[in-house]
């Protein structure tokens, strides 16, 4: 071999190196990324959950609450019509 195909062999070895290492780290910065997006997406979906567990409460209680509310407002105009007679 001769001097400039060694020169050419010993570059092209330097830059799959340089290559290596940097898609190394790139990988483990990716597994690190996908973890925390992972973990993100984790407490994203516990706060929905959550946020519909509420969302079930209040529906549940809503059609009571109308009801009383009704039956009040029925009795609070009641009770004006009755002090109109008075």
Request: hydrophobic residues 55%; aromatic residues 2%.
């Amino acid at each position: 071999m001769d001097t400039a195909t060694q020169i050419l062999v010993i570059i092209v070895s330097a830059i799959l190196a340089i290559f290596l290492i940097v898609l190394i780290v790139a990988i483990v910065n990716l597994t690190k990324l996908l973890k925390q997006i992972r973990q993100l997406a984790n407490r994203a979906e516990s706060v929905a959950d959550s946020v519909e567990s509420a969302a079930n409460v209040f529906e549940r209680s809503a059609s009571p609450l109308a009801i009383l509310k009704t039956i009040s407002n029925i009795v609070e105009h009641a009770s004006k019509v009755k002090r109109r007679k008075d």
